[in-house]
């Protein structure tokens, strides 16, 4: 492996086919590494767009057979608009796969970005990120909770390595540097130990031990005198400072008697290298709501403490002069070596992240569970007003020659500029689940930035190139939920946001119909469209079991509809039987709102996951978190057929309906999508999603339309005729 890293292997070798990227069989057949790095050659509007779409869903190329690959980059190139490129990747001819049944009528782009680079599935859930770039080769590195380090090439998104640490348990703390030319990462752990790993081979080649049997917190490297150290804050209130060139010799440790650290960081003051500690009151006094702490900085040559950060009379910090014992005061005009310290405090527990050398402002930020703040540190003043939300990761970097901080709140990562603190760039969008770490790195003159939620490690380019393509974009955040339902003669698709609105879509592709319904203010878990006395009728219902009812032809509620009923913990969903709404709980049991009682024959599977009336007949339709599902007669009790199996994965979305007169089934795992004929049980089609099924609908239509990530796609079935074959 440590050849490989210094040359960059097979990589290299394959960079010179960039001008392949226009041929779209290469694209669904080549071999995906190659494909990969060739991206970065796209040239001219065509190569460009089908860089776009193959990185929108790389994650998935890299493992996927051919086939697979074909359908998902159809659906991305539908997702940025081009249902022409969409058309034409669906035509590609795969050896030993036909052609797929479902063709990509249109789909929505709220879940891409182009500054995607890679998207790259964590093993495990993944909670700490750092890069290092060593003579221009630049690695991504992510410690797990099962205690494993994984590393990836920033460049090429290669997976690198993975080591299985020794700790027991998560990878507490994590902190990259540069050893002999070499990029090691040093990790802690519950046992005590810290401990460094070489890259580029592997392996351990070092291990430090925090003093009294306690472990370290918090870690962070610097350059002391030129050599790389290590410094870490253990649970017992010391800090302790390791050489990273002195593994082998055992010497004693600069060791900081500081009390009890919260976080800690390290940073360059008027050229000299300093950590800065945190340290959270006693617990009684502290403020669970402002997360009131206390910051000193330590000189890592001395050991000594230069003062309190929060002490706005100690700013600028004095600090002795080694050689001559003499004092001098540090100074914001200082060739940019002005203090350089940001702190992020998450739930009254400080992080500190440290700038780029080039930035001319102390600059910070802290969180807490309600609000943002943004500090000068010079000046000890609060900048602009508090910003709402919770923080769950940040990272800084000069971008744009400006002072910046990636701000992750929830799935959206913020880019701000931390003199104004207004945003530098547009949101880093596409995230799945709650981002939990990001980091920076210049790669070749490139600002890039790392974050990582629970299931995936996402690369991003900050230069990227303008927008490409003409995506359609819904909402700002994931789909929730999705259905279908005829508004006005209209066959519409009606969806649930992140952001608790309703919004009614034509299915055609014509866009949004009205204004969102903004159903509640807190966050809705059941949605459900039904015919009920003839009106296409909304019912929701948030997390405080607060339900509202919908007229969705003219989008006024209708009040006084509801009942103590609607709100009972046992629904799983709701839906209708006869024109009134009715109530489906897990087991599959029908309660009747209307008249509050029990109705039908309960099914003998439970995991109900959608109820529909077709053809003069209620059906019933079970099997979440199963991998095998099964039809049922709700006036009889008894199955409408086999069961249903194809799926190797818990089925997380259900939805029944009619194509060309049969009764079909379709169901969805993780990211696969299977229809059969409910009657035979046969299979029809199977379709691959690039992200996580949220939702899934049959129209009236026959069409299917899929939630996934923070888009929703209609599929027409090639059986369907003449409109299979002109839709996109």
């Not at 410690?143 to 700790?167: F, M, N």
């Not at 039987?577 to 024959?601: P, Y």
């Amino acid at each position: 492996m440590a050849g490989e890293f210094q040359s960059g292997g097979s990589a290299r070798e394959v960079a010179a086919v960039g001008e392949r990227l226009s041929d779209l069989g290469w694209l669904v057949t080549g071999d995906p590494e190659q494909v990969l790095v060739a991206l970065d050659g796209a040239a001219g509007q065509e190569e460009v767009l089908a860089a776009a779409v193959y990185r929108a869903s790389g994650h998935v190329h890299r493992d996927a057979g051919a086939g697979v690959r074909r359908q998902v980059l159809a659906l991305d190139a539908a997702r940025y608009g081009n249902l022409e490129l969409a058309r034409n990747i669906a035509g590609v001819a795969v050896r030993q796969e036909a052609d797929d049944p479902w063709v990509v009528q249109w789909a929505t782009g709220c879940g891409l970005d182009f500054r995607l680079r890679y998207a790259l599935p964590a093993p495990a859930k993944a909670g700490l990120v750092a890069t290092v770039v060593v003579e221009g080769r630049g690695l991504a590195v992510v410690g797990c909770e099962d205690g494993a380090l994984h590393w990836w090439d920033l460049a090429t998104g290669r997976k690198l390595g993975k080591i299985v640490t020794e700790h027991p348990g998560a990878v507490r703390a994590l902190a990259t540097a540069v050893l002999d030319g070499r990029p090691v990462a040093v990790t802690s752990g519950f046992d005590g130990a810290v401990r460094v790993w070489d890259l580029a081979e592997g392996e351990q080649v070092g291990a430090f031990h925090a003093t009294n049997d306690s472990w370290v917190t918090s870690l962070a490297t610097a350059l002391v005198e030129g050599r790389p150290v290590v410094v870490g804050a253990g649970t017992d209130g010391v800090v302790q400072v390791w050489d990273l060139a002195a593994l082998s010799q055992h010497g004693e440790p600069l060791t900081m008697h500081t009390g009890s650290v919260s976080a800690l960081a390290t940073a360059v003051l008027s050229g000299r290298p300093v950590a800065v500690t945190s340290h959270s009151k006693e617990l009684g006094a502290l403020d669970p709501i402002t997360g009131e702490e206390t910051l000193r900085l330590w000189d890592l040559v001395t050991g000594r403490e230069l003062g309190p950060l929060s002490d706005r009379s100690e700013w600028p910090p004095e600090f002795a002069d080694q050689a001559s014992d003499q004092t001098t005061a540090t100074s914001s005009d200082n060739d940019g070596e002005a203090g350089r310290c940001v702190s992020l405090d998450l739930n009254a527990k400080a992080k500190f992240l440290v700038t780029d050398q080039a930035s001319e402002c102390p600059m910070a930020v802290s969180a807490n569970t309600y609000e943002v703040h943004v500090w000068n540190l010079a000046t000890g003043e609060q900048v602009g007003e508090p910003v709402p939300g919770f923080v769950g990761a940040a990272a800084v970097r000069v971008l744009h020659g400006r002072p910046a901080a990636l701000v992750a709140f929830d799935k959206s990562v913020e880019v701000w500029d931390l003199s104004t603190r207004r945003h530098l760039l547009l949101p880093l969008r596409g995230h799945e689940a709650t981002v939990r770490g990001a980091a920076t790195a210049v790669l070749k003159g490139r600002p890039l930035a790392v974050t990582v939620d629970d299931g995936s490690v996402r690369i991003w380019d900050l230069d990227g190139e303008r927008e490409t393509g003409n995506r359609p974009t819904i909402h700002a955040g994931p789909v929730q939920q999705v259905t279908t339902s005829v508004v006005d003669g209209r066959s519409v698709i009606v969806t649930l946001g992140s952001d608790t609105k309703v919004r009614v879509w034509d299915l055609d592709g014509k866009g949004q119909l009205g204004e969102p319904v903004p159903t509640h203010t807190d966050a809705v878990r059941l949605m459900t469209v039904r015919m009920v006395n003839g009106q296409p009728t909304l019912i929701t219902r948030d997390r405080q079991d607060t339900v509202r009812i919908w007229d969705l032809t003219t989008r006024e509620e209708l009040r006084g509809l509801s009942t103590t009923e609607y709100t009972s913990s046992y629904i799983e969903f709701f839906a209708a039987v006869d024109g009134r709404f009715v109530g489906v709980t897990w087991e599959g049991r029908v309660w009747d709102l209307t008249v509050s009682k029990w109705i039908g024959v309960q099914p003998r599977q439970e995991g109900a996951l959608a109820m529909e009336t077709l053809e003069g007949r209620n059906v019933i339709l079970t099997g979440r978190n199963a991998e095998a599902l099964h039809l049922w007669d709700l006036a009889t009790g008894e199955p409408l057929g086999p069961p249903l199996t194809g799926h190797t994965r818990g089925v997380r979305a259900g939805a029944v309906g009619m194509l060309d007169g049969r009764l079909v089934v379709a169901a969805g795992d993780y990211r696969t999508v299977r229809m059969w004929d409910a009657t035979t049980g046969r299979q029809i089609s199977t379709y691959t999603l690039p992200a996580r099924i949220t939702g899934l609908s049959v129209a009236p239509t026959g069409r299917l339309v899929v939630g996934f990530g923070s888009d929703i796609a209609v599929l027409t079935h090639r059986s369907r005729g003449s409109q299979g074959r002109s839709a996109g």
